[in-house]
């Protein structure tokens, strides 16, 4: 394998994805010597581009994504290897000609990499015109292999998931097939496992004893720009839940597999899923930021939840009775993604807490992005008082840690499928289960239309039913990544 080159071939090359992530990726792992020796990288698009416009246009995607390692040489290295092919998607017979155009490149056996860029509504058409072109078939002498990574949204339900799945699967078979969420690409989601299971102080207290509830935020003071038309038909249940939030909360509930294989990993995380009850409405709140109705591409009455928050329980041994909050929202007061797992309070305190304090238990938190991390908070003796009690943190920050600033998901992803390796993409059980999980709470609120959605004003943290939802358990959210460690975000 190490001589036979590799073609990477993107379908909806003309879109932002790529100038914006791909491109930037490919492009900094060949400056980092991480790329095979010999790789191809193709285009596919409608638009008549030569080579040449082609390069420019992924040029100015380096330099306004990844402005800090554009190096003008390093580009003209790297540009040789990118082509342009011009096609339809809906053409049938493009596809022959894109096998054909790629022989003749590549002159000789080559493995492929096909990277589906494109809308989703394109999925299923594209795998099947591959495996009509005869394009899926990996070659035995000399092992070549041909894999196939797919974008999200992957269905958007579970009917279609499976139906995706089917069309996949009648061309490839699945370990041949990558599924991305490019949050189990970004570095602080992988440390999650090593942080659990190459340590041992910390899995002795990961389970019902010790931990009193896990709290996932995924929040973003964006709002929907310029993708309305698509987030309109689709809400943060579909744009955040089904694949990130459930994939984090996956990796810090599930338990240690046998090994890193992709196969091992995802057995447990599969386990996971299954194992989370099914979710009751009144465990569920949804807003949609003021002024969202006004976007151009949404429609004036839309009922798209652009927040979310809900309660859920995992039946099984380690974590029942523990509950585990999940919320996620655009236009909300503070960029951040992070994990707080909260554990219970000592069983019997003797130290004198002042009139009207509580006592702070301590936090774990995992700081996703942006200012990536892990913290572990306790509490203190005050110096020089008698008997008072501070919060204190150890913490660990990536960037005084090591040296060299993050890669973006992007890059590790694409490495890991050029390697062969499927630990950080979703398998079809796994994607069918988290729909399974996300249907029922979006079929319930568009039939019950309960609980009713909130406006909630921009910059705010959601409506304030989401605080209700811990508070009526005896927990409020917290936040332990961002300036303002531990503060209790009031709604409005
Ligand atoms: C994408 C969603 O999958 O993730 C977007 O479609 C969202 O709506 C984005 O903004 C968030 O990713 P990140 O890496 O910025 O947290």
């Given at each position: 394998?190490?001589?036979?080159?590799?073609?990477?071939?993107?379908?909806?090359?003309?879109?932002?994805?790529?100038?914006?992530?791909?491109?930037?990726?490919?492009?900094?792992?060949?400056?980092?010597?991480?790329?095979?020796?010999?790789?191809?990288?193709?285009?596919?698009?409608?638009?008549?581009?030569?080579?040449?416009?082609?390069?420019?246009?992924?040029?100015?995607?380096?330099?306004?994504?990844?402005?800090?390692?554009?190096?003008?040489?390093?580009?003209?290295?790297?540009?040789?290897?990118?082509?342009?092919?011009?096609?339809?998607?809906?053409?049938?017979?493009?596809?022959?000609?894109?096998?054909?155009?790629?022989?003749?490149?590549?002159?000789?056996?080559?493995?492929?990499?096909?990277?589906?860029?494109?809308?989703?509504?394109?999925?299923?058409?594209?795998?099947?015109?591959?495996?009509?072109?005869?394009?899926?078939?990996?070659?035995?002498?000399?092992?070549?292999?041909?894999?196939?990574?797919?974008?999200?949204?992957?269905?958007?339900?579970?009917?279609?998931?499976?139906?995706?799945?089917?069309?996949?699967?009648?061309?490839?078979?699945?370990?041949?097939?990558?599924?991305?969420?490019?949050?189990?690409?970004?570095?602080?989601?992988?440390?999650?496992?090593?942080?659990?299971?190459?340590?041992?102080?910390?899995?002795?207290?990961?389970?019902?004893?010790?931990?009193?509830?896990?709290?996932?935020?995924?929040?973003?003071?964006?709002?929907?720009?310029?993708?309305?038309?698509?987030?309109?038909?689709?809400?943060?249940?579909?744009?955040?839940?089904?694949?990130?939030?459930?994939?984090?909360?996956?990796?810090?509930?599930?338990?240690?597999?046998?090994?890193?294989?992709?196969?091992?990993?995802?057995?447990?995380?599969?386990?996971?899923?299954?194992?989370?009850?099914?979710?009751?409405?009144?465990?569920?709140?949804?807003?949609?930021?003021?002024?969202?109705?006004?976007?151009?591409?949404?429609a004036p009455n839309s009922q798209?939840?652009?927040?979310?928050?809900?309660?859920?329980?995992?039946?099984?041994?380690?974590?029942?009775?523990?509950?585990?909050?999940?919320?996620?929202?655009?236009?909300?007061?503070?960029?951040?993604?992070?994990?707080?797992?909260?554990?219970?309070?000592?069983?019997?305190?003797?130290?004198?807490?002042?009139?009207?304090?509580?006592?702070?238990?301590?936090?774990?938190?995992?700081?996703?992005?942006?200012?990536?991390?892990?913290?572990?908070?306790?509490?203190?003796?005050?110096?020089?008082?008698?008997?008072?009690?501070?919060?204190?943190?150890?913490?660990?920050?990536?960037?005084?840690?090591?040296?060299?600033?993050?890669?973006?998901?992007?890059?590790?992803?694409?490495?890991?499928?050029?390697?062969?390796?499927?630990?950080?993409?979703?398998?079809?059980d796994g994607i069918e289960a988290?729909?399974?999980?996300?249907?029922?709470?979006?079929?319930?609120?568009?039939?019950?239309?309960?609980?009713?959605?909130?406006?909630?004003?921009?910059?705010?943290?959601?409506?304030?039913?989401?605080?209700?939802?811990?508070?009526?358990?005896?927990?409020?959210?917290?936040?332990?990544?961002?300036?303002?460690?531990?503060?209790?975000?009031?709604?409005?």
């Open positions: 394998m190490e001589n036979i080159p590799t073609t990477i071939v993107i379908f909806g090359a003309s879109g932002d994805l790529t100038s914006r992530k791909l491109i930037p990726a490919l492009y900094n792992n060949f400056k980092k010597w991480r790329l095979p020796e010999r790789v191809n990288v193709v285009g596919f698009a409608r638009r008549p581009y030569t080579d040449d416009s082609f390069r420019a246009i992924l040029r100015e995607g380096v330099i306004k994504f990844s402005a800090e390692s554009y190096d003008s040489t390093v580009w003209l290295k790297f540009a040789e290897m990118v082509h342009y092919f011009q096609g339809n998607l809906d053409v049938k017979e493009d596809f022959p000609k894109l096998e054909s155009f790629l022989q003749l490149m590549e002159n000789g056996p080559s493995n492929r990499l096909y990277y589906l860029a494109t809308a989703p509504e394109h999925y299923s058409i594209v795998a099947s015109e591959l495996g009509a072109a005869g394009m899926a078939k990996q070659g035995m002498d000399p092992v070549v292999w041909r894999r196939i990574i797919i974008e999200k949204p992957f269905g958007r339900d579970l009917g279609s998931a499976q139906e995706l799945n089917r069309a996949v699967h009648a061309v490839f078979e699945e370990s041949q097939v990558y599924r991305i969420d490019h949050y189990l690409g970004k570095e602080t989601a992988q440390n999650i496992l090593f942080f659990r299971f190459a340590n041992t102080i910390f899995e002795p207290v990961w389970n019902r004893r010790y931990v009193n509830n896990v709290q996932v935020t995924v929040s973003e003071t964006v709002d929907v720009a310029h993708r309305a038309g698509y987030y309109d038909t689709a809400g943060v249940m579909r744009d955040m839940f089904q694949n990130h939030l459930l994939q984090l909360l996956a990796l810090v509930a599930m338990e240690a597999p046998s090994s890193f294989s992709a196969d091992a990993v995802r057995n447990e995380k599969a386990k996971v899923f299954e194992s989370i009850r099914p979710v009751a409405l009144n465990d569920t709140v949804r807003g949609q930021y003021a002024g969202y109705r006004e976007t151009d591409g949404v798209t939840p652009t927040f979310a928050a809900i309660k859920l329980n995992i039946d099984n041994w380690r974590w029942q009775g523990v509950p585990f909050y999940l919320r996620s929202g655009k236009a909300l007061a503070r960029k951040t993604s992070e994990i707080i797992i909260e554990f219970e309070r000592p069983p019997h305190l003797m130290f004198h807490l002042p009139e009207g304090s509580d006592f702070s238990p301590n936090i774990l938190s995992m700081c996703i992005q942006p200012d990536e991390g892990i913290h572990l908070r306790f509490e203190a003796k005050l110096p020089d008082s008698a008997q008072e009690m501070r919060s204190v943190d150890m913490d660990f920050h990536y960037g005084s840690s090591f040296s060299g600033s993050l890669p973006e998901a992007y890059e590790r992803l694409l490495l890991e499928a050029m390697d062969g390796d499927a630990s950080l993409f979703t398998r079809s988290s729909w399974n999980m996300v249907d029922p709470i979006i079929q319930g609120w568009e039939a019950h239309n309960d609980p009713p959605l909130h406006n909630y004003p921009v910059g705010s943290w959601g409506p304030e039913d989401a605080d209700h939802l811990l508070a009526r358990d005896g927990r409020r959210w917290r936040l332990g990544c961002t300036d303002e460690k531990d503060v209790t975000p009031t709604a409005n």
